[in-house]
């Protein structure tokens, strides 16, 4: 099948792309999914609400981030996206280093969004770095595209970016990517529990229930400069 790469430079491009996004992390079901586009409510648009929020909110981020570039592969046989992925890539020094941003923007007060804050500022604080680097955001293929190198050439495109560059690259992978990762050169460096942090006394059993069900692991790998 001949696949074409693409930067994703408009919001209906990026609203397609996140579509496929959620579908596929809904392949097999991830928790990540109901962590950060979770469906509020039982009504007949709660699902598509929720993804136009995520979107929203994607969006937003991405807008605020020069350094986030969402790219996604077209099987041109067809026209139609059938994977992307999020790098950002950090080639200049800001400040006192990159941050990441953390806010559940539009989602309601509450439990949720106090958990969901919870864990994107744990990662946040795995993603904060002070030298120049490539991270992998997300990436995702649809199921019916996995096993044809479709991942491959996303991670290409960044890989000869961070060596031209002469850049380190950084994934926090969940299990299924790990083999991705390690054929293309990156190694462990740490396995760790995404949890956020609330005093035992304050935990209600909506809290606990979380703790149990939306608790992500990541592997976080590094691929050193080979530039
Ligand atoms: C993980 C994922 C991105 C891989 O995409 P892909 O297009 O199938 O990957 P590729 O075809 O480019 O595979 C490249 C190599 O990665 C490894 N690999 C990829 N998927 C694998 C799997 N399911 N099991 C074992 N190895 C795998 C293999 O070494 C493969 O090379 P090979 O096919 O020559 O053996 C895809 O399964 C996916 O979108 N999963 C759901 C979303 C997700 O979990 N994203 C990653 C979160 S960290």
């Known amino acids: 099948m001949p696949f074409e790469l693409h930067e994703v430079q408009s919001a209906p ?18 928790a990540n999914t109901s962590l950060v586009c979770p469906i509020l409510g039982s009504g007949p ?13 994607q969006w937003y981020r991405h807008r605020m981030d020069p350094n986030s570039h969402w790219l996604k592969i077209v099987d041109t046989d067809t026209g139609l996206g059938v994977a992307g ?11 006192e280093g990159y ?33 120049m680097h490539v991270a992998l955001q997300a990436i995702f293929i649809h199921p019916d595209y996995r096993r044809k190198g479709v991942a491959s050439l996303l991670m290409g495109w960044v890989l ?30 740490e396995r760790r529990k995404i949890k ?4 035992e006394e304050d935990k209600s059993e909506e809290w606990h229930l ?18």
């Open 13 to 30: 491009g990026f609203a397609e792309i996140i579509q496929d996004h959620i579908a596929a992390f809904n392949s097999p079901p991830n």
């Open 45 to 57: 648009t709660a699902e598509e609400d929720a993804l136009k929020s995520y979107t929203t909110r």
């Open 85 to 95: 992925a999020c790098w950002i890539v950090v080639d200049a020094v800001v400040g």
């Open 99 to 131: 941050r990441p941003m953390i806010e559940p923007f539009g989602m309601p007060e509450g439990e949720r969004r106090e958990f969901t804050k919870g864990v994107l500022g744990e990662l946040a604080e795995v993603r904060a770095r002070k030298e």
């Open 160 to 189: 000869a970016k961070a060596d031209q560059l002469k850049l380190d690259c950084f994934v926090e992978g969940t299990e299924i990517g790990v083999p991705l990762y390690s054929k293309h050169g990156f190694v462990l460096v």
């Open 196 to 199: 956020p942090v609330k005093k």
């Open 210 to 227: 979380m703790e149990r069900t939306l608790v992500p692991t990541l592997n976080v790998m590094r691929r050193s400069s080979q530039g």
